[in-house]
C-alpha cells in the first residue's frame, strides 16, 4: 500500500510543481479584483442615483397631474424604473433631472411652460421603455 501511494504521488506532486510554475509565469491581471470591485460599485451607485432622481420626478404633484391626464398608470411606471439601464436609463435620469432642477423653490410660467414639455418627454420616454 506504502509503494502505491508512493507511485502514485509522485507523478502527482510533479503535475502540481509544473502547473504551479506555469501559472506563476503568467502576467498578472490587467484589472485588480479590487478595482474591478470598485468600478462595478461606482457605476451601481451611478445606476441608483438615475433611478432615485427618476423617482423624485415621478412623485412630484406637477408630473403625477400630466402622467394622470395622459391616462398614464404611474404604478407601471415607478416598476419600469427598477429595470432601465444603459441609455434608456441615461435619458429618463437627465430629464428628470431638468424636472427635479426646474421644480425646486417655485418656478416662473415660462419655466413651467418648460417644464411641463419635459415631463410629457420624460413620460413619454419611460412609456417607450415599458413597450420594449
Known amino acids: 500500500m506504502k509503494t502505491l501511494r508512493r507511485v ?3 507523478p502527482l506532486a510533479l503535475v502540481t510543481m509544473s502547473a504551479g510554475s506555469a501559472l506563476a509565469g503568467q502576467q498578472p491581471h490587467l484589472i485588480t479584483p479590487d478595482q474591478l470591485t470598485s468600478t462595478l460599485a461606482a457605476q451601481t451607485a451611478t445606476e441608483e442615483a438615475s433611478r432615485g432622481a427618476i ?7 406637477d408630473v403625477r397631474s400630466v402622467a394622470a391626464g395622459m391616462g398614464v398608470d404611474l404604478n407601471r411606471l415607478g416598476a419600469a424604473v427598477d429595470t432601465m439601464a444603459g441609455a434608456d436609463l441615461d435619458r429618463a435620469a437627465s430629464a428628470a433631472r431638468q424636472v427635479n432642477e426646474q421644480l425646486v423653490g417655485g418656478a416662473s410660467t415660462v ?5 411641463t414639455i419635459i415631463i410629457v418627454l420624460l413620460v413619454v420616454l419611460l412609456i417607450v421603455v415599458i413597450a420594449d
Open 8 to 10: 502514485l504521488v509522485l
Open 55 to 61: 423617482r423624485e420626478a415621478l412623485a412630484r404633484p
Open 111 to 115: 419655466v413651467i411652460s418648460t417644464t
